[in-house]
């Protein structure tokens, strides 16, 4: 499927990017055109460099950077996403791990009189509402204006944009991700083989984006119903072991396809590998250790 799409994902540890990277792999050219949308954090490492070279984003959480990310979101998709040969976004919208997300989110939950979730978190939309305001077309009601902006005559700058820029888009992508034992790995347990083999389940729904609403406290909604969904999965999965697309009832769009293993590429997996163990040495060992050196010895001087 090569058009151009969001992908939602649930987020429990640092293993959910290589496990998603795994199974979009195999996925058509579409490994290769996708933009992440990832916590600010990740840009301090070596993974993060290269995201940075790659096209991806990174948002700074929490309420005083919101707004001011979102309209940093806005105008990456305009000058990266619009202009280059990507198609899928990559987004998790519960905003951070589940561990560090879950008892803010009950709350919030409890509070607003919302199913309590215990597997995922209720998730964000503002990211997500950004993308749709700027790659469907959308009417003033439904438009978040996050920069207000006319031309000369009176149009909108978006407006004229969108008649030169044809990239639209079509789906939503729901990616329930599942660790047997609700044990999710970390990407260093797996990268030290730390972790034993274990089957990682992966359920899609797709939606087309005529089925989705675009109306803040429409998506909204929708959003919340999703991830309610994926508790029952996820709950199903873990007391019972029943895969995750038997507890789906939902009716499909498209047909569904049969349950398969995803067959891992050796020789590209140990490429990988390789690859992230020489640029962890080099990121460490050449550039930041150099500057820890040189701050202590300063600091040697203050303390």
Not at 59 to 69: L, Y
Not at 169 to 175: A, C, G, H, T, V
Request: proline fraction near 5%; include cysteine; charged fraction near 20%.
């Amino acid at each position: 499927m090569d058009d151009e799409a969001v992908v939602l994902v649930n987020h429990q540890s640092t293993s959910d990017v290589p496990v998603v990277m795994s199974a979009i792999h195999n996925k058509s050219l579409v490994s290769g055109r996708v933009m992440w949308v990832m916590d600010d954090i990740f840009k301090y490492t070596n993974f993060g460099w290269i995201s940075y070279v790659h096209g991806d984003f990174f948002i700074v959480q929490g309420k005083e950077a919101r707004s001011d990310s979102l309209e940093k979101l806005e105008s990456h998709i305009n000058s990266m996403y619009k202009t280059t040969f990507k198609k899928w976004i990559i987004l998790f919208p519960e905003g951070g791990f589940l561990r560090k997300r879950r008892f803010r989110s009950q709350e919030f939950a409890k509070k607003n009189q919302l199913p309590v979730l215990q597997h995922v978190t209720l998730p964000r939309v503002g990211a997500l509402k950004v993308i749709i305001d700027n790659l469907t077309p959308q009417t003033t009601a439904n438009k978040d204006s996050l920069t207000p902006q006319t031309t000369a005559n009176g149009g909108s700058p978006g407006a004229q944009e969108s008649q030169s820029n044809q990239k639209t888009l079509k789906w939503i992508i729901d990616m329930t991700v599942g660790y047997p034992g609700a044990t999710p790995y970390n990407s260093h347990g797996m990268f030290v083989g730390y972790w034993p083999p274990r089957k990682v389940q992966i359920h899609y729904r797709v939606y087309p984006m005529s089925d989705v609403p675009t109306d803040r406290e429409g998506l909204t909604n929708w959003m919340y119903k999703r991830y309610q969904e994926k508790e029952v999965f996820l709950q199903e999965f873990y007391t019972k072991s029943k895969p995750l697309d038997e507890s789906d009832e939902e009716k499909r769009y498209m047909s569904r396809i049969e349950r398969r293993d995803l067959e891992m590429d050796v020789i590209v997996a140990s490429l990988c590998y390789l690859f992230h163990v020489c640029s962890f040495i080099f990121f460490w060992y050449y550039l930041y250790s150099p500057v820890f050196r040189i701050l202590g010895f300063f600091l040697s001087f203050i303390f």
